[in-house]
């Protein structure tokens, strides 16, 4: 009876644990697929700061070929102008990270201006570094259609920047805006 009464508790700490775990939204990753969708955790909702994220985009695999191979990434859904910054390696790993260059880096003057960018590097380093939510997402009539973060696409193409391309800009500032190529 008694190793049952201890077992209890123990068991009831370690479900709590679990549960928590598993409610908690990751973001970042590794992305090796010719197109995808990258957005912080519970888009267009709030999400938890400080945050870190880190989303690698990984176009080093033979499938795409070699020559002309270049990463796309559209700012279809990009509410957030502190933190998110693009770099560009040649070769990156846990280990190494060669010919680092940063080609982007996300303000409020270039927010509505830039509609992507482009890397001819293998990988292309999203990172999203964010102490503090306040001043740092674009909002519109305060309360109303609050959105936070961003719903961004990418494609590992040999093709050009496809035009039009579809932004915030152009489907409005609600949150609900679909690249339909993706």
């Known amino acids: 009876m008694c190793r049952i009464n201890n077992f209890i508790p123990i068991l ?10 598993a409610g908690r939204r990751t973001c970042g990753g590794t992305y090796t697929a010719a197109r995808g969708i ?9 999400f938890d700061v400080p945050i870190r994220c880190q989303w690698v985009i990984d176009s080093s695999s033979a499938a795409y070929g070699s020559g ?7 700012f279809t859904q990009l509410f957030t102008f502190e933190g ?12 190494y990270k060669i010919n680092p260059k940063l080609i982007h ?7 509505f201006r830039t509609r992507w960018v482009q890397s001819y590097q293998s ?17 519109v009539l305060d309360k109303f259609l609050d959105t936070y973060g961003f719903n961004i696409t990418y494609e590992i193409t040999t093709g050009g920047v496809r ?3 579809c932004t915030m800009m152009d489907c409005g500032f609600t949150g609900i805006c679909f690249d339909h190529y993706t």
């Open 163 to 165: 035009s039009p391309s």
């Open 123 to 139: 990988y292309l380093v999203i990172e999203l570094k964010m102490q503090s939510s306040e001043s740092a997402h674009i909002r």
């Open 105 to 111: 880096k996300v303000n409020e003057t270039n927010v």
């Open 68 to 74: 002309n191979t270049s990463i796309i990434v559209y």
């Open 12 to 21: 009831t700490l370690l479900m709590h644990i679990s549960s928590n775990e």
């Open 38 to 46: 990258l957005a912080t955790p519970n888009f267009p909702g709030p």
């Open 84 to 95: 998110l910054t693009f770099t560009e390696y040649q070769l990156y790993g846990n280990d």
